[in-house]
């Protein structure tokens, strides 16, 4: 754990960093543990650790938009994918 954030490794893929995600030397992201408990409550019961590394190969195979806020962005997509397994 660094200073209050939780970092998630993504799955073994091509990780390329863009403007906009937030990044630690090594290529992971961060998400906040106020982000965390946020997505846990609002969508229980899924894989975060592999919905993020989905996540970051979405944004890595060129998405035509690149997120401004990496933990809002990953709540969407976390709260589409909770919602299709509904």
């Given at each position: 754990m660094l200073s209050g954030r939780i970092s998630f490794q993504p799955r073994p893929t091509p990780h390329r960093?863009?403007?906009?995600?937030?990044?630690t030397?090594?290529?992971t992201s961060l998400l906040s543990v106020d982000?965390?408990?946020?997505?846990r409550c609002d969508c229980?019961?899924?894989?975060l650790q592999e919905?993020?590394?989905e996540f970051d190969t979405w944004i890595a195979g060129?998405?035509?938009?690149?997120?401004?806020n990496y933990e809002a962005a990953f709540h969407?997509?976390?709260?589409?994918?909770h919602t299709r397994k509904a």
């Open positions: 960093l863009q403007s906009g995600v937030s990044q030397a090594g290529g982000a965390l408990e946020r997505i229980p019961g899924l894989d919905l993020q590394g060129g998405s035509k938009q690149v997120p401004a969407g997509f976390v709260r589409r994918r």
